[in-house]
């Protein structure tokens, strides 16, 4: 019961029963989105992988079709991206028909390969290709790849991890069949023991303009803790991608944003991607019984320059708006230091919460140890079994920080606790907007510019709301509260 009641997200997707963990072949066909995932439907463990599925029409009420992709003798079905091959470029499918394409990686304990399946059906149902694999490089960490069409050179691109070796390969195709290596790119960046899941993409530059962006997951060896999602800006020329700097930027400052994916193919032309909220430090043991694995909330990505000028990667949900219910009436306005106050939250619905404060200048003439040191506002999320959430700024060091460790419902040695973040050198103020939801929080910072993503373990819901200040006061503004009406299960 504490599964469902408790821990099950109502706007996030998770499978029924079993383990899921990357998203792969995110991809809108004109009609549904498809989130396909890695998948064992037989137990809650990562295991046998197969491609499990839904359908969206808004991205945020998923529907479970059945598993699309088998484990079979030629291995398990490891992570991969869909296309619609529109133009039937491949030659596989009827006269004047196209469909979606798939790309993925068979992994056996010998050999990881890339191979290619397709659907006619709207990607129900795939046929494997006669002449799979279409990759082959000898090696047992080769996994992941992810394609894309590039426009200005006609061909289609796949990008693809030689793990242990912290590589990724570039390869091109006319026809997603026969595929020339035509690049390399690393080691570069945070090695981790592998690479996996590349994703390259064009994000628009806030303000105008495009840069490419590469996206390597690395697993274990993230400096918070077992995996994570590092990201190069730079250009693409259709065969090699150039880094602008030889700086290395993580995507979330938490523990639980992996493997993120981009969907193709997306009718307004927003890139919006989503991430497997986990770690596999922690993600085969937690307190979940009969299924386990949650998705991001979808994400549009773009990106803007930081005060250093610095291009970064900012992300926003998209489409949740929709479900937003009535407003809850709260209002803060100003607290003096010590001060705090308290609201009951509904105990069964996601929240999607925004706000912005500015903490009070630092009080002048202070001796050095005094409490004046820091002027602190705190966001907690609690309930009468003394679980506590907390997220809060530090407005004199410009920090934000992350807190699970208040929460008893799960303790395991990597399921590390707190986590921050460095956001505002120059200002006292902060926006959050976050998303609760059962066992999951996501805390976009300052529009999106940081954000953090992490599991959460309550031992009941969380039913309060605090807000606090302590070493200055703060002004709160724009606070807005929305209970997210129900999208799945
Ligand atoms: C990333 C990953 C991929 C692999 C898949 C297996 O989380 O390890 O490299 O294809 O998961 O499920």
Request: proline share 7%; hydrophobic share 40%; glycine share 10%.
């Amino acid at each position: 019961a504490t599964d469902e009641t408790l821990y099950r997200p109502s706007v996030h997707f998770t499978p029924a029963t079993g383990f899921m963990n990357d998203p792969n072949g995110l991809l809108h066909d004109g009609r549904y989105w498809h989130l396909y995932y890695q998948y064992d439907p037989f137990a809650p463990y990562a295991g046998q992988v197969h491609w499990g599925h839904a359908v969206s029409t808004d991205l945020m009420h998923w529907e479970d079709r059945p598993i699309a992709l088998d484990m079979t003798e030629a291995g398990e079905a490891f992570t991969g991206s869909a296309v619609l091959d529109a133009h039937d470029s491949s030659g596989l499918f009827p006269a004047g028909t196209g469909g979606i394409v798939v790309l993925f990686t068979r992994a056996t304990a010998k050999a990881q390969t890339q191979n290619l399946a397709w659907s006619s059906d709207g990607g129900t149902s795939f046929t494997e290709y006669a002449g799979n694999p279409v990759l082959d490089v000898g090696s047992n960490s080769f996994r992941d790849p992810k394609v894309v069409f590039h426009r200005e050179t006609g061909r289609w691109i796949m990008v693809v991890a030689l793990a242990r070796q912290h590589r990724i390969i570039f390869y091109a195709s006319p026809d997603l069949l026969h595929w020339t290596e035509i690049s390399r790119f690393g080691p570069a960046g945070l090695p981790g023991v592998d690479y996996e899941c590349p994703n390259l993409v064009e994000l628009p530059v806030e303000g105008g303009g495009t840069r490419w962006v590469l996206f390597v997951s690395i697993n274990p060896g993230a400096p918070q803790g077992g995996s994570a999602t590092q990201y190069f800006v730079g250009t693409f020329d259709g065969t090699r991608f150039v880094p602008d700097e030889p700086v290395v930027t993580l995507i979330d400052f938490a523990k639980d944003f992996y493997a993120l994916q981009f969907y193709e193919n997306v009718p307004s032309g927003d890139p919006v991607a989503i991430g497997w909220m986990g770690n596999w430090q922690y993600c085969e043991e937690t307190p979940t019984r009969s299924w386990r694995g949650v998705m991001s909330l979808p994400r549009r990505m773009r990106l803007r320059r930081d005060a250093a000028s610095r291009l970064r990667v900012v992300q926003a949900p998209e489409g949740l708006e929709a479900l937003r219910g009535p407003e809850i009436e709260a209002t803060v306005g100003r607290l003096e230091a010590g001060h705090g106050v308290e609201l009951p939250l509904p105990a069964n619905a996601a929240l999607d919460i925004v706000l912005s404060v500015e903490v009070d200048p630092r009080p002048s003439g202070l001796p050095p140890g005094d409490k004046g040191r820091s002027g602190r506002f705190i966001i907690g999320f609690a309930n009468a079994n003394d679980d506590l959430l907390s997220i809060g700024f530090d407005a004199f060091s410009g920090q934000v920080w992350l807190d699970r460790e208040g929460l008893h419902g799960f303790s395991q040695p990597f399921f590390t606790e707190s986590f921050s973040v460095a956001v505002t050198p120059d200002t006292r103020k902060v926006s959050f907007r976050i998303v609760l939801d059962a066992c999951s929080v996501e805390l976009f910072l300052n529009d999106g510019m940081d954000v953090g993503t992490a599991l959460i373990f309550p031992t009941a819901a969380l039913d309060r709301l605090r807000m606090e200040t302590s070493g200055a006061g703060a002004t709160v503004r724009d606070l807005h509260i929305y209970p997210l009406a129900r999208a799945m299960n």
